[in-house]
């Protein structure tokens, strides 16, 4: 009978692509097990259609005094002969015993791979759960294969282009450098005869405007991709340059050349967008975003 095992990666977008790796360990490792993957609703299609997985469960996060629909998770938590939680959230922990307690890797109290090395809180994103997975005897960590998302379809565009990623999560304002800073930027783009291409969710679309407005030859793409084909538009592209936001870590880890912009309220040590091989990108950091010359950002495209 084939092994069953479980990966927790619930969210956020940046998050879940710096797991890629570790989806692609937990395959080599289980070569022959049925993996399947718990996460919320936006990254459901991207497992499917992932070449780590067998199954993805939808968890809609119900709240802690909705008995039933924690029976129904509860249920779909059961029957796993292994579970890695790369979440490590208090929620995620919270599964251990709703799945009934099986063998676990995370920072679950009483689990059987516990990470608790308090050093783990000053660990990247992916040293973090190298570590975890080590701890659960998987030492190999093969660059994970992203071909089934850079071959996706994208729109007829330029040879050469670059990419812009104005936006970042609205309920984080501190984390987005004024949109006519990447006005300038996109100029000096096109003088260098790369065609700026502007890219982002829906809400973006004003930031999109914004750009094109100082600069005409940019090609405003916001709200018109699919998560894969941001993945296939970062591996065409010659450098991305944006906001510590969920496409810059697409395009980090198509191993397209990045300039992140960090404001103080976020650290790049923890969560800076990283390279398939685990390369850095160029951070640019200030506290207040607003005091960053697009100059500076401009010099420090390679």
Not at 30 to 39: G, M, N, V
Request: charged letters at 20%; a positive charge.
């Amino acid at each position: 009978m084939k092994q069953r095992i479980l990966v927790i990666r619930l969210s956020a977008l940046g998050d879940f692509v710096l797991s890629f790796g570790p989806f692609a360990a937990i395959r080599a490792h289980w070569p022959d097990a049925e993996i399947t993957l718990l996460t919320t609703a936006p990254f459901a299609e991207l497992g499917r259609a992932s070449p780590w997985f067998d199954d993805v469960i939808v968890d809609s996060r119900p709240a802690w005094w909705n008995l039933p629909a924690l029976r129904r998770l509860s249920r779909a938590l059961r029957g796993f002969d292994f579970v890695y939680d790369l979440q490590t959230s208090g929620r995620s922990s919270r599964y251990f015993r709703l799945a009934g307690r099986p063998q676990w890797s995370g920072i679950a109290p009483g689990c059987s791979h516990r990470q608790a090395d308090p050093a783990r809180e000053t660990m990247h994103t992916i040293e973090r759960q190298r570590d975890q997975l080590r701890i659960a005897g998987i030492t190999d960590f093969p660059p994970p294969d992203l071909t089934w998302l850079t071959h996706t379809p994208i729109p007829d565009l330029p040879k050469r282009i670059a990419l812009i990623v104005p936006g970042a999560a609205p309920s984080r304002p501190a984390k987005r450098w004024p949109v006519h800073g990447f006005g300038a930027v996109a100029e000096y783009l096109q003088a260098w005869r790369l065609t700026p291409v502007v890219i982002g969710g829906k809400g973006d679309a004003p930031l999109g405007a914004a750009i094109t407005a100082i600069c005409p030859q940019a090609i405003d793409l916001t709200g018109q991709t699919s998560i894969a084909q941001l993945f296939a538009l970062a591996a065409r592209a010659c450098v991305a340059v944006g906001n510590d936001t969920g496409p810059m870590h697409i395009a980090a880890a198509t191993g397209c050349k990045c300039v992140v912009l960090f404001s103080g309220d976020s650290d790049p040590a923890l969560t800076a967008p990283r390279g398939p091989d685990g390369t850095w990108p160029v951070v640019l950091r200030e506290k207040v975003l607003a005091d960053l010359t697009a100059v500076r950002v401009a010099r420090a495209l390679p």
